[in-house]
């Protein structure tokens, strides 16, 4: 660990105002990387502000192209001012920090390189490749999306770290419930309602079962179908929005299963969230399902094969809470993972 090492989060967009992944992860990182003490200083370059003990430069790539492209322009200057040691990049154009800077651009996912690719895919394909070679370092979230970015971007899967998402000392440190308390919902759901999201899956599995079913997640333009969905069927459903972390907390511990039924993720981390508190999950068949499933269980279906997914929901739903050992995912690991290749060049 390099005493006095400062390192920068570039972490450049709003996500609508909602407490995303990415926003989490850096502000996770950050806190456990002051808590490492050894005079290690953080700035974060974001439009949020983060924590009081981070040292916060408003910077935003959110608006119309050509000020995106402004913003990005002035990102290397910026950085420079700042003399970092370590730079965490979300940007989609890495930036040229400067001699002595050692630069890491961070890619949580390669949506980019997918059908399920927002307007101007090609053109986030096209950065991140360019990105990917100006960048001392790629990181990702785990390995099966390295495995995707290295073909994506052309590069050698070697030149990809994975340093995986973690959890707040709250999901473990929180008792869990008694076995014996009663349960408000069947099935639990958080994610946002993006459409590749599959909580439309889900509710076709959930039709007719009697099921009580809480989504939890922010507006990504399919939550009015999903209410509309549940009011046709017949659902017994509830929406929530804008939880606090222990409310969060709550009402994971107020459910019996927790289903995943999206269709791509680079990490996903309510499936860990699910198993901190003992969980059991059903989950889709992607390949980084199966690897959190390797580590901490969990239960992969077909969510297009109706009868096979309500089966699997029905088998958790009779099981017991139980902990999985989750100590790799701490944030004070995944920090310290951070530092070994962070010291200035």
Known sequence: MTPGLHVVFVSPYGHHGAQSG??????????????????????????????????????????????????????????????????????????????????????????????????????????????????????????????????????????????????????????????????????????NFAAHKGHHDLLRCVEGTGWRVAFVGADFGQRGACEAQCRERGIDASFLEGLSEPELISTYDDARVFAFPSRLEGFGMPFLEARARGLPVVASKLPVFSELAARVGGSLVDFDDIAGARASFARAIEQPLVRPDITEFTWTRIAEGLLPTSAPR
């Open 22 to 191: 990415a926003r989490k992860r850096v502000e996770s990182l950050a806190a456990a990387l002051i808590g490492l003490g050894s005079d290690i200083r953080v700035t974060c370059l974001s439009p949020w502000r983060p924590a009081a003990d981070v040292v916060h430069v408003p910077f935003g790539l959110d608006g119309s192209p050509v000020e995106r492209v402004v913003s990005m322009l002035r990102l290397s200057g910026m950085l420079r001012q700042l003399r970092a040691d370590l730079v965490v990049s979300e940007s989609p154009l890495a930036p040229l920090a400067g001699t002595g800077t050692r630069v890491m651009h961070l890619i949580h996912d390669a949506k980019f390189a997918t059908p399920h690719a927002r307007i101007g895919g090609r053109l986030a394909h096209l950065l991140h490749w360019i990105s990917a070679r100006l960048a001392d370092e790629v990181v990702t979230v785990s390995r099966s999306e390295r495995d995707r970015l290295s073909e994506a971007l052309r590069i050698s899967a070697e030149r990809i770290r994975v340093s995986y998402n973690g959890l707040a000392p709250a999901w473990l440190d929180t008792p869990l419930p008694s076995p014996s308390v009663p349960r408000r919902f069947d099935l639990l759901y958080v994610s």
